[in-house]
T-cell receptor
């Protein structure tokens, strides 16, 4: 069964710093990987989706990379802002319609 | 544009009571629909997904059931709630297999 791990579980950085969030998965046979943002008590907002044939995706200050063979993905956030504070989740899609989620990294950007 | 609505936002129910959570999607047709549960300290777990009216697939054995009476309506139900059913329930939709999933705001369910 696919297992998704996110390290670190929590991260605090000063405003303006660049940062990297990590996601690893045990089964490299994935269709795609999706990064989400979750604000406290709220649903998930999709940030980036990387298909298994792609190496990276970019949206604004966010860049996600995928190394399927090693079972790793990173989410790079440039010039962090207090509004970036949230929990970031990665999820990999295996067969059918199942998304396997990590437990997330709780990011705090300090003004 | 497409939107997804879940209600209620919060719910407190006694053990043994029934449950009905509703999710509707607007602005698209024939979406894939999903129910997830997020338990405290754990990742999201897929409970059910549906690729069409009346078509429900269950990912884990449990005390819950799902139904899709209309194309853009997905309902999560239980006849008798257990304490272990507490959690944050999220509905999601996608245009199809492999497409990004978009989530509602969730329902926080507390069982007393």
């Amino acid at each position: 069964k696919q297992e998704v791990t996110q390290i670190p579980a929590a991260l605090s950085v000063p405003e303006g710093e660049n940062l990297v969030l990590n996601c690893s998965f045990t089964d490299s046979a994935i269709y795609n990987l999706q990064w989400f943002r979750q604000d406290p008590g709220k649903g998930l907002t999709s940030l980036l989706l990387i298909q298994s044939s792609q190496r990276e995706q970019t949206s604004g200050r966010l860049n996600a990379s995928l190394d399927k063979s090693s079972g790793r993905s990173t989410l790079y956030i440039a010039a962090s802002q207090p509004g970036d504070s949230a929990t970031y989740l990665c999820a990999v899609r295996g067969g059918a319609n199942n998304l396997f989620f990590g437990t997330g990294t709780r990011l705090t950007v300090i003004p | 544009s497409q939107t997804i609505h879940q209600w209620p936002a919060t719910l407190v129910q006694p053990v043994g009571s029934p449950l009905s959570l509703e999710c509707t999607v607007e602005g698209t047709s024939n979406p894939n629909l999903y129910w997830y549960r997020q338990a405290a300290g754990r990742g999201l777990q897929l409970l059910f997904y549906s690729v069409g009216i009346g078509q429900i697939s269950s990912e884990v054995p449990q005390n819950l059931s799902a139904s899709r009476p209309q194309d853009r309506q997905f309902i999560l139900s239980s006849k008798k709630l257990l304490l272990s059913d507490s959690g944050f329930y999220l509905c999601a939709w996608s245009k199809g297999d492999g497409q990004p999933q978009h989530f509602g705001d969730g329902t926080r369910l507390s069982i007393l």
